[in-house]
C-alpha cells in the first residue's frame, strides 16, 4: 500500500519523512534503521539530527544496516558511502559506532564479502524502516535494471547512466567506481516500512513508472508495489506526471 507524503519543496517534504522516522523513534527506541545515501536524504538527515540535538530522540540503542558501498573505495574515502553516512548522519547523533552497518568496499572477495553482509542483515533483523531513493533508470539501492530481481546482497556493475549520474560527485567519469556491492530487493523488501524518497523533475516520468505502470525488473523500483507498506515522500516536481496521468493522489 502506498501512502504520499508531498510537500512542494524538497525541504518540506523531507520534512514529513523525518517526522514519520521521529515518531518511529519515539515508540521504539531500538529500532533497525535501513539507510540510504546520495542527495535526496540529505534534509532528511539533517532534520533527524536536529531532532536528537533537541533531544526529541535517541539512536544510543538504534541499529542500522546501509544499503550499498562502492567498490573499491575505503570507508575513508570522501565519496565512499561509509563516509557520507559519518559526514550527515552518525557523527552527528548519539549511535553507537559498533551499531552502523555497511558493505565494505575493499573486501578482497566479494562474493564472501556479499554473503557476509546477508548473514548480518539476517543478525541484526528485519528494518522497522527502509529508507530508499530512486535512480533515474529505476535503481533502489545499487540493484540496476536486469533480467531478474537480486534476492540478496550482490556485486553489481552499475550502468552507463548511473555512472554519468554519479559523476557530478567525482572529478571526473573516470573517477566513478564501475561496481558496488548492494542489498538485494528481497532484503529491502524484508523490511516493515519503506520510505521512498524523491525529488526534483528528474525524478518525475521513472516515479510514475516504477509506482504504476508493470511490475519488472527493467524498473527495480517498481517492486515496491508488491510491498505492505511503501511511504512515498515526493515534492510537486517529482509528483507532476503522476499527478498529470492519475489525479490529484496527494
Known sequence: MFHFLCA????????????????????????VLGLATGSSPLDFYADLVEANKAG??????????????????????????AYFMHENLF??????????HLPSGTAKDLDAECRR???????VGTPDLQVLGIGNNGHIGFNE???????????VTLTES???ANSRFFSSMDEVPKMAISMGVGEILRAKKI????????????LEKALFGEVTPRVPASILQTADEVYICADDEAMAVIREKHGAIA
Open 91 to 100: 557523527d552527528k547523533v548519539d549511535i553507537l559506532p559498533e551499531n552502523t
Open 162 to 164: 548511473t555512472i554519468r
Open 145 to 155: 535494471p536486469a533480467d531478474v530481481f537480486p534476492e540478496n546482497t550482490s556485486a
Open 8 to 31: 512542494s519543496t524538497k525541504k518540506e517534504a523531507s520534512r514529513l519523512a523525518a517526522d514519520l522516522a521521529i515518531d518511529l523513534l519515539k515508540k521504539n527506541p531500538e529500532a
Open 117 to 123: 553482509y546477508h548473514e548480518l542483515l539476517l543478525e
Open 56 to 81: 526529541q530522540i535517541s539512536f544510543k540503542k538504534v541499529k542500522s544496516v546501509n544499503l550499498d558501498e562502492y567498490v573499491g573505495l575505503a570507508p575513508d574515502h570522501d565519496q565512499s558511502y
Open 195 to 206: 520510505l521512498l524518497l524523491a525529488f526534483g523533475t528528474a525524478k518525475a516520468e521513472i
